[in-house]
């Protein structure tokens, strides 16, 4: 007869994450961070090469060829940090699973489970939120702080300060030159061989746009005074004055302290070309390195590197899930971003 190792196990906790999430779009950072595996919990990247191009030097005939240096091109190092929690299932939930699998209730047991698996799935819920919040504050600051039970980390993707702009005029004033500012930062990136195409900020920014003066009038009279100027008009008509796509985000995520966060701060837009702008790295856990082969423990893996742990407790008589991961976006493009407080 089946007990709680038997159900409450790493492959059903993962298996029963993945289909409640099958259907689910991914954030709006891991489409500009895909994820990829790392062995080990070092990260090492690339950053800088302008697409500008560099003239060939002279050379004398049959002299050997010089070398050439990869002009602005810097290689970074670090230490990934580490993510852990666990959940058990609480002695009167226990109690109900063990009491219906002895009176043979399979759909009662079944319905106990899914609530006990509802509450482990959450916790790898939980390092999606984690990665989406380093990436989205790497995006839009340049920077990842991260601080929790005891451990502090701060990471620099040392993005030019000349790219970290704040506008001399609000854009929530609607007299503020909200094409001049945007098309400056695309002089500023293509004087540097860099093509701006995109940008993403939150709705308070799009908000600012619907109430720009000059916007608005020029909207009204291409529309011939029958346009009703919403946010998303405004943001079409700026998408054909600029070239630039501009993506809202407004998602949010829960801290450590139960406070409620946007992903994109407020009055923040992050300017961007096309094409992929770093990875979201997944290091080797020490549970898929020195636990996958132990016969006390079960290892299953989801996401190329969040590892969810099964071990059995004798006493009391318990199974604790485990959640870990070694995580950190690497920033290959942090040289080719514009970040903007839009806020004067």
Known sequence: MANIYDLVTAENVTSYWTELNQNEQPYLGET???????????????????????????????????????QGVEEYATKMPFFKESVYVDEDMRQQLNNFIDANKPEIVDRILARIFDREAKLIDATGVTLERMRMEALTTGTITLSSNGQSYTYDYEVP????????????????????????????????????????????????????????????????????????????YLESETGITIYAYDNVYVDEQGTSHKYIPDDTIVFMPDGILGYTNLGTTPEESDLINNLNAEVSIVNEGVAVTTSQMVDPVNVDTKVSMIALPSFEEADKIVIVDTTA
């Open 161 to 236: 300060v000349a790219q970290k702009i704040t506008v001399q005029t609000s854009w929530s004033n609607p007299s503020a030159d909200i094409i001049g500012d945007i098309n400056s930062y695309k002089d500023l990136m293509k004087a540097k061989g860099v093509n701006i195409t995109r940008a993403v900020c939150n709705s308070t920014v799009l908000k600012d746009m619907a109430q720009n003066t000059a916007m608005k009038n020029a909207i009204y009279v291409f529309a011939g005074g029958t346009v009703n100027i919403t946010s998303d008009v405004a943001r079409r």
């Open 32 to 70: 500009l961070f895909p994820i990829q595996k790392q062995l080990g919990t070092e990260l090492k990247w690339i950053k800088g090469a302008s697409n500008q191009p560099v003239g060939i030097r002279l050379s004398s005939f049959d002299a050997k060829s010089i070398r050439r240096d990869m």
